[in-house]
């Protein structure tokens, strides 16, 4: 007669059975790895495991997920404990279960995400990526170190630099910023308390993050920017080496300068003018090129500007754990490998919230169906690429060098690239595009900006006021 213990034990026997012949079936993944047998491989794939996410090594299974068992001593899985802690640094302990499948013998050994990364084995590090472990170079051990501990590389300080090494005009131009956003309140009469506030200043010596916003002399971190008519032929070509905020200004400046813009007339006065890309979306783009990048890698932000495609490409691939996939389905959790300089950015709104670059901009891409946005890790980095699939109609040329006379287009892309850094008002726009006044051109291409709906003017609602201030329009 059957008991009813024997019956528990055959439903459970069923289902551990259920739950193998699914994983077996799966493969191997970013948490499960198939081995035949016990060796230095299974010890890589656990501290590989235990650099991620955790996950599950198989012994006794081969890499196509056929069962074929092991013979295990009596003191077998004793062995292997001791060679797992002893050849790994920080010593990793995970759980060793045996299993029977079809009279075979298996082991399925358990390793939990470790909290204090990077683990080595034998002096080797290695990170589980997709279904293989991937070995970590220098870079990324420092990474997995500073993620681990919440730590951010930009804001250690800055070796031999000092206070004197910032300029003042920077500073002060950050602050009225900051202010002006309504996101924090600084104190406009001391600039230098205002950064050590912000932790850009500690102990009275510059941070990394304070040296790549605010240094009087920029550090070297190119942005090496061409409008190319081949990948052999370039037409122009320009290496900017600046503080952040205002590499990005001019890096979007000439951007700019060498899209198309359309005339569309819908039945109104005034038309309607249509770059051949959503600017907010070009301008996440490289925001995200600029804040997001790795600073310890030496290579240049890149950005190639094609007849029908525009490429930007960042070194450094994505930080924490986030992936493609995460990106590509709009559906993650931002890790910030730059904590201070994101905070620059969000504070002076050239951000709206961290980890939304992506998702806004697959939202302005929404009116511009003709474009194809794609998002790839190649080269040790992230490129982003907007492509034309057609082209628009009534396209005007591109936009001529700054040499020739100016042009309606020409001063909006002047006038757009200086938004692109926060609200200014005419005032400020005049004088920084070099004019003595405000002229009749600038209010035109101003009002001709609001009309297609490029800019917004800024509290107070005041027409002709001297505190009427202009803003790019969000791209939500």
């Known amino acids: 007669m059957t008991t009813s213990k024997s019956i528990i034990q055959d439903t459970a026997v069923a289902s551990t059975r259920l ?57 077998s899985l004793n062995e292997w404990l001791v060679q797992i802690k002893s050849s790994t640094s920080p010593s990793i302990i995970p759980d060793l279960q045996v299993h029977q499948l079809d009279g ?12 204090v990364k990077p683990v080595s084995t034998k002096g080797r590090y290695y990170k589980r990526v997709a279904s293989s472990n991937q070995a970590l170079n220098a870079n990324q051990i420092s990474d997995l170190y500073m993620q681990s501990l919440q730590l951010s590389w930009d804001a250690y300080p800055a070796h031999h630099a000092r206070v004197d090494d910032l300029s003042p005009i920077k500073i002060e131009r950050f602050v009225s910023q900051v202010n002006a956003g309504g996101r924090f309140a600084l104190d406009a009469a001391t600039p230098m308390q205002a950064l050590e506030k912000l932790n850009y200043v500690q102990q009275g010596q510059p941070t990394w993050a304070a040296m790549l916003l605010f240094a009087q002399e920029p550090l ?42 359309a005339f569309e007339f819908d039945g109104s006065i005034q038309r309607k003018e249509r770059f051949a890309y959503p600017l907010p979306a070009l301008r996440e783009a490289l925001l995200n090129a600029v804040v997001h990048r790795d600073y310890t890698d030496g290579s240049d932000i890149q950005i190639k500007i094609f007849d029908k495609q525009i490429t930007i490409f960042s070194p450094g691939t994505f930080y924490g754990k986030l992936t493609v996939a995460d990106v590509q389905a709009d559906n993650y959790r931002s890790s910030l490998r730059n904590k201070l300089i994101a905070e620059g950015f969000y504070l002076t709104h050239a951000i709206e919230k961290y980890g939304s670059g992506f998702i806004r901009i697959r939202k302005a891409l929404l009116e511009y169906p003709e474009v194809e946005f794609t998002v790839e890790e190649k080269f040790g980095g992230v490129v982003a690429t907007f492509t034309q699939t057609r082209s628009q109609p009534e396209s005007q040329p591109e936009s001529q060098p700054e040499s020739q006379p100016e ?14 850094r926060g609200p200014m008002g005419k005032r400020e726009i005049s004088a920084a595009l070099g004019q003595k006044e405000v002229s009749g051109q600038l209010n035109k291409v101003i009002r001709a900006l609001q ?8 509290l107070p609602h005041k027409p002709g006021s001297r505190l009427q201030q202009y803003r790019l329009k969000s791209s939500e």
Do not use: W
């Not at 075979?104 to 995400?113: G, L, P, R, S």
């Not at 042009?407 to 692109?420: D, F, M, P, Q």
């Not at 009309?451 to 800024?458: D, K």
């Open 220 to 261: 070297r971190h190119h942005i090496h920017i061409g409008r190319f008519k081949t990948p052999d032929i370039i037409i122009d070509d320009r290496q900017i080496t600046d503080t952040l905020f205002e590499a990005v200004d001019q890096a979007m400046k000439f951007i700019i300068s060498y899209i198309a813009v």
């Open 104 to 115: 075979k013998t298996i082991v399925a050994i358990d390793i939990a995400e470790f909290p």
């Open 407 to 420: 042009s309606a287009s020409s001063l909006e892309a002047r006038v757009l690239a200086l938004l692109i």
């Open 19 to 75: 739950a193998f012949d699914r994983l077996l079936l799966a493969g191997e993944s970013q948490t499960l790895e198939f081995k035949a047998s016990f060796d230095k491989a299974t010890v890589e794939s656990l501290v590989a495991f235990a650099n991620a996410q955790g996950g599950t090594v198989l012994v006794g299974v081969t890499d196509s997920g056929r069962v074929q068992g092991i013979t295990l001593g009596k003191e």
């Open 451 to 458: 009309v297609a709906g490029l800019i917004a003017g800024t």
